[in-house]
């Protein structure tokens, strides 16, 4: 869905309609919808991706809010940004490493296997993950 389309005016009409129509405490709700939907028609690939991220950062934040010792704190906080920033990386900069590797081990004469993978970064995926962190 492009932003330009007419589908899009339908859903963030859509949208805007149900915010408007909850409570100004429940008003979060029908924008979580949405957003969900909206990386689901993009990939529901990404969607489990994105719930995924989104229960391994509740689970981390329930589990430093339990802990009893700084140290375990700090451990789980880097659990979470290493969590964070690797999706980041992966998806955005991995084509990019990998070329970087390719023509690296060229030139040393080291066999290379691994090809670029084709995908679509997922929508939002910096802003998502640093808004996060």
Sequence with gaps: MIFNSLEFFFFISLTLLAYHLFKTNYRWFPLLIAGFVF???????YLVLLLLSILIDYILAIRIHKATSHFTRILLLLTGLIHNLGLLIFFKYFNFLNSILLSLFKNIHISYQFTNLKWLVPVGLSYYTFKKI
């Excluded at 990386?39 to 690939?45: C, H, Q």
């Design 39 to 45: 990386y689901a028609l993009f990939s529901p690939a």
